[in-house]
């Protein structure tokens, strides 16, 4: 029974292959092509029968592999790079060497049982790509709209009495072009220049947006039944999930997201302070759900709200008390996607 350690890079993929007690069986370096991963497989197959196979960079260099392996049958785990660090000094030389970092990843791999497994893409790696280009537009026009605003200030004094709206919008654009009006000096050229550009991401984002809904119904999901969370909010949420059962249970997943607040008890204080960790973007998507719900007088959210403040609680933990139940609303929806990865 073997366990395989891969450390994946741009043009070569360094593998070790370990027996049940940790130490090693064999070592070799194929290059990261199709036919070096088919050579590779080759290569382990002839060392005795492998259970599992552990891959740094699954999603990134060792993409490929991973893919041709789980689509094979094979079970596959990501180790991240913490753990092979850790692994790395345990070792009786701590110098960084390839041969030396995919032998600590097969032997994380052999006594960790909680790693997360590859799954075949889907429809939720489909949503990630979206998602993150969908992200990636966002701070282009983000970007514009601030570089814009800096142009205006110094061709049109006071255009901020003329514009009210939210410069991203349309509208707001076509009133842009309206007070440049005759001017055809540089800065005025330039502006109407990012004003065309603005334009074109904002159609570019439209079009995503009706991809990534298009997407979303196909995997079947039921996180949009949850009150502040649009399609949109739903795509991220399965995006940066992956596959529904990743997280075993409640407390593992708002653990995961940054809802579940971190222990800092000692002796007879016993006191929790707010997580700042876990995924972020799933953090947000869950904190605008929540402001959602408050915002909307008889909601569930906005009375469990308001029984928190009744009970001594400030605005801010209250939020975060409501943030905690709706990740278990979200755990328990992700149950009953039927889409895998």
């Known amino acids: 029974m073997m366990v395989v350690g891969v450390d994946s890079h741009k043009d070569s993929l360094v593998c070790v292959v370990v027996d049940q007690a940790g130490r090693a069986a064999g070592s070799e370096v194929f290059a ?25 960079g699954s999603g990134s ?16 785990v990501d180790v991240p790079p913490q753990m092979t660090a850790r692994a790395r000094r345990r070792q009786r030389t701590r110098t960084k060497t390839d041969p030396g970092d995919a032998l600590g990843i097969a032997r994380v791999a052999l006594r960790e049982d909680g790693l997360p497994q590859v799954q075949a893409v889907g429809l939720t790696d489909d949503l990630r790509a979206l998602c993150a280009y969908r992200r990636e537009l966002s701070d282009q026009l983000v970007k514009a709209s601030g570089r814009l605003h800096a142009e205006l200030a110094k061709i049109r004094c006071g255009y901020r009495h ?31 220049s990012r004003v065309s550009a603005m334009r074109t991401l904002i159609n570019q984002t439209r079009a995503l947006d009706t991809q990534i809904r298009h997407t979303l119904h196909q995997t079947g999901t039921t996180l949009t039944q949850i009150r502040g969370i ?6 991220e949420i399965l995006a940066q999930v992956g596959h529904p059962n990743k997280y075993p249970t409640k407390a593992k997943f708002a653990m995961a ?45 906005r ?13 801010k933990e209250a939020i975060r008390c409501l943030k905690r139940r709706i990740s278990d609303r979200i755990w328990t929806h992700l149950q009953h996607t039927t889409t895998q990865n």
């Open 162 to 192: 003329e514009l009210r709206t939210r410069i991203t919008l349309k509208s707001s654009l076509d009133k842009v072009l309206t007070l440049l009006g005759e001017d055809h000096s540089i800065r005025a050229d330039l502006a109407r």
């Open 32 to 56: 990261n092509t199709a036919v070096g991963h088919e050579a590779m497989w080759a290569w382990v197959r002839q060392l005795g029968c492998v259970v599992r196979v552990g891959i740094e």
């Open 257 to 301: 997201n940054g809802t579940a607040p971190v222990q800092a008890s000692s002796g007879r204080v016993v006191r929790h302070r707010l997580n700042r960790g876990g995924n972020r973007q799933l953090n947000r998507t869950i904190h605008t759900a929540a402001i959602t719900q408050i915002r909307q007088p008889g909601t569930e959210g």
């Open 303 to 315: 009375l469990y709200y308001n029984r928190l403040l009744d009970r001594g609680k400030t605005k």
């Open 61 to 76: 260099y060792g993409r490929g592999l991973a893919q041709m392996l789980v689509t094979a049958g094979h079970v596959v």
């Open 230 to 235: 649009a399609e949109l909010g739903a795509a």
